[in-house]
T-cell receptor, first 114, second 114 residues
Framework: AQKVTQTQTSISVVEKTTVTMDCVYE???????LFWYKQTASGEIVFLIR??????ENATVGHYSLNFQKPKSSIGLIITATQIEDSAVYFC???????????FGAGTKLSVKP | GGIITQTPKFLIGQEGQKLTLKCQQN?????MYWYRQDSGKGLRLIYY???????QKGDLSEGYDASREKKSSFSLTVTSAQKNEMAVFLC?????????????FGPGTRLTVL
C-alpha cells in the first residue's frame, strides 16, 4: 500500500525568506511520481510541481523547487523568497506507476508574515 | 485550458438520505477521481475511474457508489448520509496518456448532514 506522510502541521515564516516542507512516502512500485499541490484559503487546489522517481535532478518551477532524496523516500518542497500570497496549505501526493490514483499527505499549513 | 464543474456547491441532507454529487470536466481527461476532505485534514480517495464505465475503489469507498457514464462526467452517491457528517468532496481529473500528469481539481461540494 502507498502512504504519504507530512509531519509538519504548520510553519510560520517571515516573507522573503526560504522555507522547506517535508514529505516522506512509502511505495513498492519501482517507478513513481511525486507531486506538490497548494490549497488556498478559498479551497482551491492547484498543482505546483512534480518529480519523477527515475530522474536524478531535482525539479524546479519558478520559486518552487524539490529536494528529492530517493534513498530516504523523501521529497521536500522548497519555496524561496516567500511572499504573503504563498500562505496556504501544501499537500504532497504520490502515484505509483502501476496505480492510477495519487494518495495525499495530511498537508502543511504555511503562514507567511510581513 | 479547461475547467472542472461540481454541482451542487452546497448540499444539505438528512440522516439516512441518499445524496448524489456531480462532476463535469472539459479537459478531455481519461481519469477522474473523487476525494473527501474533512476540515483541516488531507484528501482521502473514495473512487476513481480510468475510462468511461470503469470504476476503481479507493481507500474510503464504503458508504459510497460512483458512476462514469461519459468520459466527461463522474458522479458520486452517498448511499446513506450519516448524522452530523460534514465534509468537502473534491472531484479531480488527469490525463494518463504517457507520463501521469498532474490532477486538476474542482471547487468542491460542501456536504452537511442534519
Amino acid at each position: 500500500a502507498q502512504k504519504v506522510t507530512q509531519t509538519q502541521t504548520s510553519i510560520s515564516v517571515v516573507e522573503k525568506t526560504t522555507v522547506t516542507m517535508d514529505c516522506v512516502y512509502e511505495t513498492r512500485d519501482s517507478s513513481y511520481f511525486l507531486f506538490w499541490y497548494k490549497q488556498t484559503a478559498s479551497g482551491e487546489i492547484v498543482f505546483l510541481i512534480r518529480q519523477d522517481s527515475y530522474k536524478k535532478e531535482n525539479a524546479t518551477v519558478g520559486h518552487y523547487s524539490l529536494n528529492f532524496q530517493k534513498p530516504k523516500s523523501s521529497i521536500g518542497l522548497i519555496i524561496t523568497a516567500t511572499q504573503i500570497e504563498d500562505s496556504a496549505v501544501y499537500f504532497c501526493a504520490m502515484r505509483g506507476n502501476n496505480n492510477n490514483a495519487p494518495r495525499f499527505g495530511a498537508g502543511t499549513k504555511l503562514s507567511v508574515k510581513p | 485550458g479547461g475547467i472542472i464543474t461540481q454541482t451542487p456547491k452546497f448540499l444539505i441532507g438528512q440522516e439516512g438520505q441518499k445524496l448524489t454529487l456531480k462532476c463535469q470536466q472539459n479537459f478531455n481527461h481519461d481519469t477522474m477521481y473523487w476525494y473527501r476532505q474533512d476540515s483541516g485534514k488531507g484528501l482521502r480517495l473514495i473512487y476513481y475511474s480510468i475510462t468511461e464505465n470503469d470504476l476503481q475503489k479507493g481507500d474510503l469507498s464504503e458508504g459510497y457508489d460512483a458512476s462514469r457514464e461519459k468520459k466527461s462526467s463522474f458522479s458520486l452517491t452517498v448511499t446513506s448520509a450519516q448524522k452530523n457528517e460534514m465534509a468537502v468532496f473534491l472531484c479531480a481529473s488527469s490525463s494518463t496518456g504517457g507520463a501521469p500528469y498532474e490532477q486538476y481539481f474542482g471547487p468542491g461540494t460542501r456536504l452537511t448532514v442534519l
